[in-house]
């Protein structure tokens, strides 16, 4: 293999670590980042117990922001609308 692209395949791993290791999953400001039917969906499900458990932010794609049931079992991302569809992509161990 090629030193250069050996190097850059290198620097590439690098980078996304560090992008993935510096964010928090749930972000300070996130409030500020939902929409009213967003908030207004959050706010209800909050009621119930349910949770932040993280916020998806994906390059170059709208965030998706990740509840969990109070006994973690279920998942489910809040649409831009504010319905919920269930979340399925979730490695619990993952999810404290």
């Not at 692209?5 to 510096?22: H, L, Y």
């Not at 939902?34 to 949770?51: E, P, S, T, V, Y």
Request: with cysteine; aromatic share 8%.
């Amino acid at each position: 293999m090629n030193m250069a692209i050996s190097t850059s395949m290198n620097i590439a791993n690098v980078c996304a670590a560090e992008r993935r290791d510096s964010d928090d999953p749930v972000p300070n400001n996130m409030h500020r980042l939902l929409n009213d039917d967003q908030r207004i969906a959050l706010n209800l499900k909050q009621q119930f117990g349910w949770f932040v458990a993280f916020v998806r932010r994906p390059l170059f794609q709208p965030m998706s922001v990740v509840l969990s049931n109070p006994d973690g079992s279920d998942f489910v991302s809040i649409e831009e609308d504010g319905s919920m569809r269930p979340f399925y992509n979730v490695r619990t161990r993952d999810v404290d």
